[in-house]
């Protein structure tokens, strides 16, 4: 018998995450500690903050106009602290690596525009929400994010006492009729120390791989597991050498991690070190605010909104939107309800969803784990605020 194709609606679909000690992800939270520390002294300090690492070297770079004092070096050393970069055994060590600072001021160009309440930048910016999980969020990423969350903390509890902090995850969902059913295959790559390893083999032992399994995996994906899931542990057999002594980390460059995980476009622009003028990070925050919020009125089961901007002018250039079928009015309507509820202009959306806040290390939250999401305070972009309103505006 000639096997059955799978329709359009039946899939798979994979996404990824990273942990905390990424390189990339230490890169993206020194920079965002620079516009958390800024901020919490001067919130109207302009932040435009990139950082590199590599074996033994921290630089950080990027335009700044502030009044602030930032102490570069005690800040960058605690943070790493804080991640777990703490001896030498895993290639990175916040006592001893070196850290420059290449900062210097915003160009007056940019600033012109801006200071008369445009945007700080041209492009797009997407926000998109949906019914899968209870965070309004495709199940991938929630479930790849989650496992990274896991490795982390059963290495800072010293649960699993020979992980290191660089690690990754990834998850492939089976759909079925455009619903997820369950997880096919899962993918844990974790730093570790050599006191793990199979002297005979030079690999992961086969007891600390199904350690992870147990410890980390299972936990986290519990009834999307079944007897079939797939298990791909430190696939090239081990992960001893990490962090930055194997791979250089630059601000900015997981991009769809810190979004979506794939299942939607993505308008380009990274978040991590850019103050609320810059709309590559508000827009985009605001995006998912109203997407958010129109999904959880009831208005669609997803939603996909795009916005536009042209540097120094504030209002958006267009406005787009995507239901995917799913939509109970139509486009046009919802076009009107997110004209009518949101506030669009740079200016409204930092003071909308409170943007020129710090407490708590509000931004360098954000910058491990997705920008969405999440439930910790701050997160006011996460908030359904609006859609009781709306629902009754949309008459749903």
């Not at 943070?79 to 850290?99: E, N």
């Not at 708590?360 to 910058?367: C, I, P, Q």
Request: charged content about 25%; glycine content about 8%.
């Amino acid at each position: 018998m000639a096997k059955k194709e799978s329709t359009e609606k039946d899939y798979l679909f994979t996404s990824e995450s990273v942990t905390e000690g990424h390189p990339d992800k230490v890169c993206d939270q020194v920079s965002d500690s620079v516009l958390d520390e800024v901020l919490k002294q001067d919130p109207s300090g302009r932040v435009a903050c990139e950082t590199y690492v590599t074996m033994g070297l921290l630089i950080i770079g990027g335009e700044i106009t502030t009044s602030a004092y930032v102490d570069i070096q005690n800040m960058s050393r605690n943070l790493l602290k804080d991640i777990g970069y703490t001896h030498p055994k895993y290639g990175f060590d916040h006592h001893t690596c070196a850290i420059l600072n290449a900062i210097h001021t915003q160009s007056p160009d940019i600033a012109m525009g801006v200071d008369r309440g445009g945007a700080g930048d041209q492009g797009m910016m997407m926000g998109y929400a949906c019914t899968e999980t209870p965070e309004l969020m495709p199940l991938p990423i929630m479930l790849a994010h989650k496992l990274c969350r896991k490795l982390a903390e059963v290495r800072k509890k010293n649960i699993l006492k020979y992980l290191g902090p660089d690690g990754k995850s990834q998850v492939t969902v089976d759909y079925r009729n455009d619903k997820p059913v369950k997880v096919t295959s899962v993918v844990l790559a974790s730093q570790h120390t050599e006191d793990v390893l199979d002297k005979k083999k030079d690999t992961l032992s086969d007891a600390a791989r199904q350690e992870i399994i147990e410890k980390v995996a299972k936990p986290v994906l519990k009834d999307w597991l079944d007897k079939d899931t797939k298990y791909y542990v430190n696939q090239t057999g081990k992960f001893v050498i990490g962090g930055p002594q194997s791979d250089t980390g630059m601000t900015g460059r997981k991009i769809i991690v810190d979004t979506y995980g794939g299942t939607v476009s993505h308008g380009g622009g990274a978040f991590s070190g850019k103050d609320p003028t810059k709309v590559d990070r508000s827009a985009a925050y605001m995006g998912r605010y109203i997407a958010k919020n129109l999904v959880a009125a009831g208005v669609a089961e997803k939603l996909l909104i795009q916005l536009a901007y042209v540097i120094g002018k504030a209002e958006p250039l267009s406005i787009m939107v995507n239901t995917y079928g799913t939509g109970k009015v139509s486009d046009a309507k919802i076009i009107d309800l997110i004209t009518e509820n949101f506030e669009l202009t740079p200016h409204g959306i930092i003071e909308e969803l409170k943007l020129r806040e710090a407490a708590n290390n509000r931004y360098r939250r954000t910058a491990a784990y997705g920008h969405f999401g999440r439930t910790e305070e701050g997160f006011t972009w996460e908030v359904t605020d609006r859609a009781k309103e709306i629902a009754k505006q949309a008459k749903i």
